[in-house]
């Protein structure tokens, strides 16, 4: 299984990035797809995620601000990322998993930084 991230580099506070990550050697039906971040000297956390029934969950943090998709048919998932603020500054991993419960694979990470 590769999975391969797409998307991140640096923006200004109030703009936006939009991420893809595409899952390829897949041999199980993908339930959950989703992205993380981690950011300095932090634990990497949950950004948003997506089930095989395009139900979604968000952190807080970027509710309203963020917006995951997926194409089941080409596996992939995306994250649109609009009123970027600084403390989004993070390494975004993208993730799929082939039950609900949790993410068996995981991206090489790709870096976003937001300046203020």
């Known amino acids: 299984v590769q999975l391969v991230e797409s998307g991140g580099g640096l923006v200004q506070a109030g703009g936006s990035l939009r991420l893809s990550c595409a899952a390829s050697g897949i041999i199980f039906t993908i339930n959950l797809m989703g992205w993380y971040r981690q950011a300095p ?69 790709t870096q976003v930084t937001v300046s203020s």
């Open 41 to 109: 000297g932090k634990q990497r956390e949950l950004v948003a995620t997506i089930t095989s029934g395009a139900i979604t969950n968000y952190a807080d943090s970027v509710k309203g601000r963020f917006t995951i998709s997926r194409d089941t048919v080409k596996n992939t998932v995306n994250l649109q990322m609009d009123s970027l603020k600084p403390e989004d500054t993070a390494v975004y991993y993208c993730g799929v998993g082939w039950s609900l419960g949790g993410i068996n694979y995981w991206g090489q990470g």
